[in-house]
C-alpha cells in the first residue's frame, strides 16, 4: 500500500470497549493516512496491537461513503497489522455496507436510525445478552465485585455496572474490566480497563504497577517499559480531560 506523510490533523481515535476489543473510530475517508497512523500504533506496541481485533466505526465519515471507499479503508487497516472483524454502529447505509463486506454490524447499543415519516427516530432493537449481574434499581448502585484469585494470564474478569476489587495478582496476558473503578491490592501486570461504560470519573488504583495497558473511559496509555518512579510503586490512575493520568500514591 502507497504510504503518506503523517497527517496534520487526526484520521481516527483508537478505544477500548467493555471487551477488550479496540474500537477505530474513522475520521476522515483517506486510507494510506489510516495506515500510516495504525502502523505506527502496531510498531511501537506490537505485542497490544499486532494482529489485535479491531472494530471500525464509520460513523464520522459521509453518509454516502461507498463499498469501494470502505473496503479500501478495511485493507489500510489489515496491512497495518491490525485485523478487522466488523463495523460498529451507524445508520441503515452503515448496515448496508456491513452486509456488502461480509462483516457483522456491533455496537453496544445500535444507533437510532434516519427519521421516519413523522420525523422520529426508529431504533434498531438492542441485542440480546446476558447479563453479567442484575441490574440495580433505579437509584441503587451494586456493591462491587470482590475477586480473591490471581487473575492469570489469558483469563478476562469484568465487574458489569460496579467497581472491581482484587485482592490477588493480575498476571501478564490477563484482563480486568470494570463500568466503575478498579482496586488491585496485588501487583497488575496484565491490562486493567476501567470506566469501560464510559464513566470518566472511574480510576483505577494498584498496589505494584507494572501495567501492560491502563484505560478509562476508552482513553488509555500502554507501556513497554514502565517509568522508574512508577515501576513497582503505588499509583492510582485518573482522568483529566482527555488525557490519562499516572502517579504514585502517597504513604
Known amino acids: 500500500m502507497a504510504t503518506a506523510a503523517s497527517p496534520a490533523v487526526p484520521v481516527c481515535d ?30 511501537k506496541a506490537p505485542q497490544l496491537f499486532a494482529r489485535a481485533a479491531v472494530v471500525l466505526d464509520l460513523g464520522h465519515l459521509p ?23 466488523a463495523l460498529a454502529y451507524g445508520s441503515r447505509h452503515t448496515e448496508d455496507l456491513a452486509q456488502s463486506l461480509g462483516l457483522p454490524l456491533l455496537a453496544k447499543f445500535r444507533a437510532a436510525y434516519e427519521p421516519d415519516a413523522t ?24 456493591p462491587a465485585l470482590h475477586h480473591a484469585q490471581p487473575v492469570r494470564s489469558g483469563q478476562q474478569l469484568y465487574a458489569e455496572g460496579r ?43 494498584c498496589r505494584s504497577f507494572h501495567a501492560e495497558l491502563v ?27 482527555e488525557k490519562l493520568m499516572i502517579a504514585r500514591l502517597e504513604r
Open 215 to 241: 484505560s478509562i473511559a476508552g482513553r488509555y496509555r500502554t507501556f513497554e517499559e514502565i517509568p522508574d518512579d512508577l515501576a513497582g510503586r503505588a499509583v492510582q490512575c485518573w482522568l483529566e480531560g
Open 163 to 205: 467497581d472491581l476489587v482484587i485482592t490477588a495478582n493480575v498476571a501478564a496476558g490477563a484482563e480486568v474490566i470494570s463500568d466503575g473503578s478498579i482496586h488491585v491490592y496485588g501487583s497488575l501486570r496484565g491490562r486493567a480497563l476501567a470506566g469501560a461504560g464510559g464513566s470518566e470519573q472511574a480510576r483505577i488504583y
Open 14 to 43: 483508537l478505544r477500548f470497549g467493555q471487551v477488550g476489543i479496540a474500537n477505530v473510530r474513522v475520521l476522515a475517508d483517506d486510507a494510506p493516512a489510516l495506515y500510516e497512523t495504525l502502523a505506527e500504533r502496531v510498531r
Open 119 to 142: 420525523g422520529a427516530p426508529t431504533a434498531a432493537p438492542a441485542p440480546s445478552t446476558p447479563a453479567a449481574a442484575p441490574a440495580p434499581a433505579p437509584g441503587v448502585a451494586l
Open 63 to 85: 453518509q454516502d461513503l461507498q463499498r469501494d471507499r470502505a473496503a479500501a479503508l478495511l485493507e489500510a487497516v489489515r496491512a497495518a497489522g491490525m485485523l478487522p472483524v
